[in-house]
């Protein structure tokens, strides 16, 4: 699975767009970008994921860049319950493969 | 649809002795993946079960082992403890296998003393 680079903290005033990026320069034509977050405590919850093009769900958007190289993964009115460390994870969708490799995470802290 | 449960939620242990935690997948899933989570090493893959198959293996020792019952539900299995072995064990479940898309439970929490 490709390598992904995450900064390790931000912060984001309540109620303006988290962006948190993620660089995967070493990402495959057919490795996939996955996003969870983990708020303390809890279990990781899945966010969205794509390939190639810009996705958009109830929670987030994520954004590719058109080389793929790298990715940003939107919440659009972040509240304190935003908090929590968010995974991007690069992967292939084989049948058969369900390893997730977690890597460090950014920390992201909701400011009131 | 209720989501993936995992029983004991905390567990105090000795050295030595073993412990087996239990996860129930979302009501379909035929995946179930399990984790280990420690401050030190982050959040680690341990195995995956599909269809009562052990079909993925991460690095841990083979003290560390589990298995899948028939309507899907999955044990693990940690024989003779070690304290490093205190740890959030995460199990998560998915449907087809191999989309990437998990359900993760909330953890058990082991301690061992």
């Known amino acids: 699975d490709a390598k992904t680079t995450q900064p390790p903290s931000m912060d984001c005033a309540e109620g303006r767009a988290a962006n948190l990026p993620c660089n995967h320069s070493t990402i495959s034509g057919n490795e996939y970008v996955y996003w969870y977050r983990q708020i303390h405590s809890q279990g990781p919850q899945y966010i969205i994921h794509g390939l190639k093009n810009n996705e958009t769900n109830e929670m987030a958007s994520l954004i590719i860049t058109e080389d793929r190289k790298s990715s940003t993964l939107i919440l659009p009115h972040a509240t304190l319950r935003d908090t929590a460390v968010y995974y991007c994870i690069v992967r292939p969708n084989n049948f058969g493969n369900e390893k997730l490799t977690f890597g460090t995470g950014t920390r992201l802290t909701i400011i009131p | 649809k209720a989501g993936v449960t995992q029983t004991p939620r905390y567990l105090i242990k000795t050295r030595g002795q073993q412990v087996t935690l239990s996860c129930s997948p979302i009501?379909?899933?035929?995946?179930v993946s399990w984790y280990q989570q420690t401050p030190g090493q982050g959040l680690q893959f341990l195995f995956e079960?599909?269809?009562?198959?052990?079909?993925n293996k991460g690095n841990f020792p083979g003290r560390f082992s589990g298995r899948q019952f028939s309507n899907s539900r999955s044990e693990m299995n940690v024989s003779t403890l070690e304290l490093g072995d205190s740890a959030l064990y995460l199990c998560a479940s998915s449907w087809t296998g191999g989309s990437g898309e998990q359900y993760f439970g909330p953890g058990t929490r082991l301690t061992v003393t």
């Open positions: 079960y599909f269809s009562e198959t052990q079909r």
């Open positions: 009501s379909g899933h035929r995946s």
